[in-house]
């Protein structure tokens, strides 16, 4: 099939864009959301170079986004990566474990509907956060009390870690507490424009974007294979 | 602080009032229960049938006696509510809402409202039901209840008028006042006005906020009614507003014409040219008001058109249950975690690594700061005399507000000679500390200047003055700012030097002060003397 040189360039144009910023709004970008969403035969050309480049171009709402593919380690976080950047740096497993529950945590508390949409709630104090978290690990760890200690990672050590961190009230923002170990979470989380996070609220409010990826992306059945894939079951052919 | 929308506060206690007792009486008692009645909704959805029941029989005015209000709550409870309530049961059940609840057991009932005018509590009688003894049939002898002015109220209140009709009756209102040159009340009624147009705005940016979220929660016969009120909102207010513009306009013009041409104006009239002007002001902001509900008006339809279509598509997705389905399975086998991120990959997005130019090696190196302030000149030189004058104020503002910290410093010095910050925090006056320690950034630069240069000899710093020319600077230069402070102000002519020193002891802590982002903290700085010679 020809294409239009002109079609092309626009294609590479909207590309590059989305290498920037990963992400093109209608209202910032009109002209190139417009050839995207308006000719197809750009999209498609977008769309075969986000796959050359391990990536998935996708249109939540009125905003075109870049998404890294599962094990794509340029644009997408790699694993060490990940705790490189939410860990300390003396950090053990154990700890980037409880800041990947925390995170799954959150998500939780946020999507679990089944309506039309999944998100549940508007809003989370950072002090619900940490009682569910505590809870929940609590939780976890009642499941396996009667199992024997195979060496592997198990929930009590988790609570064990999180319980050790001290409680301060005035907010301080030092790693060894509970608010400071979510804080970083949380900033973490705001930089990637998945949380509006209000410090001097306490205030946890979840972004468009994410409300989108929850609803389209991540919990999409067609996706499921990701969710087998966390919980170590191989496809069935 | 303006606090007139506390006026008639008692009023609206009398109100709430009504609503707060009625409650507290039925809330707390245990005879609900015989009746299988638990929850404070069916108390309530009872009582208030209850009121409906005997408000229909006062306007019909019909004998409304215990056996009727019994006979009604029976129709009631068989046809929907279904408690098993036999017939004198539901007589019980009348006579316990009227006279206990409604009547607290024939106790005159009182509320405390808050009177700002006086400052004190007032006490507010409430009663829903009065009763008087009718004889039916010639000669039965019963008590008939009925609803008083309190009673209707309440009872009114419930079904509030529509939202459009409150503006044409606000606007009747404020017609008839005009009408009758009662302006001061005038002034309230287009208050009133203006603050129904500002409701049906926020009502429309609330609207908006929610179809942005959820459109789903957003009903399309909310939708409807949101649509009409906006119509009927903008067919009205452009055409009256705007011939009361011109009426109010004119009336004011004569009254400041007589004023200057004929004599002096009565202080009645006076009175009323005041009145007529915060009119005017209302109108005029009602007018901007009502542009803005057009174009949001607008701004909805399209947005609210827009999200139903992109719901329509994302209903054709299908989701797996993120609890069921992933977190229940995690909970039970945290080695999982492990491996949670292929999960939450889509989510985040790195930084793509730099890479350096050598080219610009061999760039003229300058500081961006500068290149920035070039920048802003090469787009406003338009009118460059105009932005440079608003630059010059601008800074001069930002500096006047450390001058007037190191005043405030210099004053309380210069009085008592040597003065520790201890001591300048407990002479200071409260409405002074903001004086002094505007924010907490500014406190801490002025600090660590004046600890930095340890002493200031005025002479030497006039004498580096003169010698040095240099452009004025834009930031803050502790010298210049001390040398001109003890220009402009005599009384400080004589002073010779200004010296600071660290003393040992226990640091001055200053509590509330915000800082640049509006928080509020606590300000911690040793101990310093401040001498002057």
């Not at chain 2, 959805?45 to 029941?53: E, G, K, M, T």
């Not at chain 2, 709550?73 to 068989?78: A, E, M, R, S, Y």
């Not at chain 2, 908006?208 to 009409?228: C, D, K, P, W």
Request: hydrophobic fraction near 35%; charged fraction near 30%; aromatic fraction near 10%.
């Amino acid at each position: 099939m020809a294409y239009e040189l002109e079609d092309i360039t626009t294609s590479q144009r909207i590309f590059y864009y989305l290498l920037q910023k990963r992400e093109l709004r209608e209202e910032e970008e009109i002209l190139l959301y417009k050839a995207y969403t308006e000719n197809e035969s750009i999209m498609n050309l977008v769309k075969s170079q986000g796959e050359l480049a391990d990536s998935n171009i996708e249109r939540y709402g009125n905003v075109i986004y870049l998404i890294p593919k599962e094990d794509n380690d340029f644009l997408g976080f790699s694993k060490a990566l990940l705790k490189y950047t939410l860990c300390k740096s003396t950090a053990t497993d154990k700890d980037y474990y409880l800041v990947q529950f925390v995170i799954l945590t959150l998500l939780v508390e946020f999507y679990d509907g089944q309506g039309s949409t999944s998100k549940t709630r508007d809003f989370m104090k950072v002090g619900d956060l940490l009682n569910c978290i505590s809870d929940r690990l609590k939780e976890g760890a009642s499941y396996q009390e009667d199992e024997e200690e195979d060496g592997g990672l198990a929930f009590i050590n988790m609570l064990e870690a999180y319980e050790a961190l001290k409680s301060d009230d005035r907010g301080s923002r030092a790693k060894t507490t509970k608010e400071g170990f979510i804080h970083s979470i949380l900033s973490f989380l705001q930089k990637q424009g998945l949380i509006d996070y209000i410090e001097a609220d306490e205030m946890i409010k979840t972004t468009k974007k994410l409300d989108h990826f929850m609803d389209y992306n991540l919990l999409n059945k067609n996706n499921y294979n990701r969710v087998m894939r966390v919980l170590g079951v191989k496809e069935v052919e | 602080m303006e606090l007139d929308f506390l006026r008639n506060f008692t009023k609206r206690m009398k109100n709430i009032g009504s609503y707060g007792l009625l409650f507290k009486n039925s809330i707390l008692k245990g005879t609900w229960k015989q009746y299988g009645i638990d929850t404070i909704f069916e108390q309530t959805n009872f009582i208030f049938s209850v009121l409906l029941y005997i408000m229909e029989q006062s306007l019909k005015d019909e004998y409304c006696t215990m056996d009727d209000i019994g006979n009604f709550i029976d129709t009631i409870n068989v046809t929907w509510f279904k408690k098993s309530l036999s017939f004198d049961q539901c007589k019980e059940l009348g006579e316990f809402i009227v006279n206990v609840i409604l009547c607290d057991e024939g106790r005159a009932m009182y509320f405390q409202g808050f009177d700002y005018d006086e400052g004190v509590y007032k006490e507010i009688h409430i009663s829903f039901i009065g009763n008087k003894i009718v004889y039916i049939d010639g000669d039965v002898r019963r008590t008939s209840y009925y609803l008083t002015d309190d009673g209707y109220n309440l009872v009114l209140s419930t079904l509030e008028i529509e939202s459009n009709m409150k503006f044409t009756i606000q606007e009747m209102i404020f017609k008839l006042q005009m009408e009758k040159a009662s302006y001061d009340k005038a002034v309230d009624t287009i208050k009133q006005i203006f603050n129904l147009l500002r409701i049906q705005l926020q009502k429309m940016q609330e609207a908006m906020r929610r179809i942005r979220q959820n459109a789903l929660t957003f009903s399309v016969t909310e939708y409807g009614q949101i649509l009409e009120d906006n119509l009927s909102t903008i067919d009205e207010t452009k055409k009256k507003l705007g011939g009361y513009k011109e009426h109010v306009r004119k009336l004011v013009e004569g009254l400041e014409q007589q004023d200057i041409q004929i004599e002096k104006l009565g202080r009645a009239e006076a009175d009323n040219l005041k009145h007529l002007k915060i009119i005017e002001t209302y109108i005029n902001r009602a007018l901007d008001e009502y542009q803005k509900i057009l174009s949001t008006h607008f701004d909805l339809k399209s947005m609210y058109t827009k999200e139903l279509e992109a719901l329509s598509q994302m209903s054709l997705i299908k989701r797996f249950s993120i609890r069921n389905d992933l977190y229940d399975s995690i909970l039970q086998n945290p080695e999982n975690l492990d491996r949670l991120d292929i999960f939450l990959r889509p989510l985040f997005n790195r930084e793509v690594d730099k890479i350096y130019n050598i080219g610009k090696a061999f760039e003229y190196q300058r500081s961006i700061k500068l290149r920035e302030i070039e920048e802003g000149e090469i787009l406003e030189d338009f009118d460059e005399e105009a932005w440079l004058k608003e630059r010059q104020l601008k800074l001069e503002k930002g500096l006047r507000i450390y001058k007037d910290s190191l005043l405030c410093i210099l004053r309380y010095t210069y009085q008592y000679k040597s003065l520790s910050l201890q001591k300048l925090q407990e002479i200071l006056p409260e409405e002074e500390i903001p004086i002094l320690i505007p924010n907490l950034e500014i406190f801490r630069e002025i600090m660590v200047e004046l600890i930095k240069n340890r002493i200031f000899v005025f002479d030497d710093l006039r004498k580096e003055r003169e010698e040095h020319f240099t452009d004025k600077v834009d930031g803050f230069q502790i010298n210049l700012c001390l040398l001109e402070l003890i220009e402009e102000h005599k009384d400080f002519n004589g002073i010779q030097s200004l010296e600071v020193s660290r003393t040992g002891g226990e640091a001055v802590e200053f509590l509330n002060i915000t800082d640049e982002n509006g928080q509020r903290k606590k300000v911690r700085c040793s101990n310093l003397i401040f001498t002057i010679e």
